[in-house]
């Protein structure tokens, strides 16, 4: 049997769920945080739990060497479209390693953690960034905001789109 998160992302629904999430959002966000990294040309990036590839593709036309990475099958399949010399696509666990001193940055962006059941498992995921990570690179960790989530806590939402019903759920 597999984890709900390994099928989850392979869904229509999810996508669906999140096409707000589009290009334009991913640039802005993007333009934000490399004005404050101000990375070198050619600098080696992890785009970790990438999904389709919206901010590896955009990290790329930046010019940076981009490496994207998802545990998606399909999400991979379709990044794999926008690959050239310096931006690829592939299918990785996140707590599997991704090698040794090999990104100036590794980004985990759009909360994309946080969802295995045991503990160890989160930080394996931080172990593997670390290793991963040449000497003085960076992680970008996106999370939510700890103080809303546990606000937020117990909450119910139904939500209709494209006729599909979502009911979301949320509990720490």
Not at 18 to 32: G, L, N, S, V
Not at 41 to 69: E, F, I, M, P, W
Request: charged residues 25%; negative net charge.
């Amino acid at each position: 049997m597999t984890n709900w998160f390994e099928s989850w992302f392979n869904t229509d629904y999810y996508h669906l769920l999140y096409r707000h999430r589009d290009d334009e959002e991913a640039h802005t966000f993007i333009d934000a945080l490399l004005t404050h990294l101000n990375p070198q040309d050619g600098q080696k990036v992890l785009d970790l739990a990438c999904g389709r590839g919206r901010h590896s593709v955009y990290l790329n036309s930046k010019n940076l060497d981009v490496t994207g990475a998802d545990l998606s099958c399909a999400n991979i399949d379709f990044a794999k479209k926008f690959e050239n010399e310096t931006l690829h696509f592939e299918m990785q666990d996140m707590r599997k390693s991704m090698g040794q001193n090999k990104y100036d940055y590794v980004f985990n962006l759009f909360t994309s953690f946080g969802y295995f059941e045991h503990e160890q498992d989160d930080l394996q995921v931080l172990e593997n960034v670390y290793r991963a990570l040449k000497p003085g690179g960076i992680f970008i960790f996106d999370f939510l905001n700890a103080n809303m989530v546990k606000n937020s806590q117990g909450t119910h939402t139904r939500l209709m789109l494209d006729g599909v019903e979502f009911e979301i759920n949320k509990k720490i």
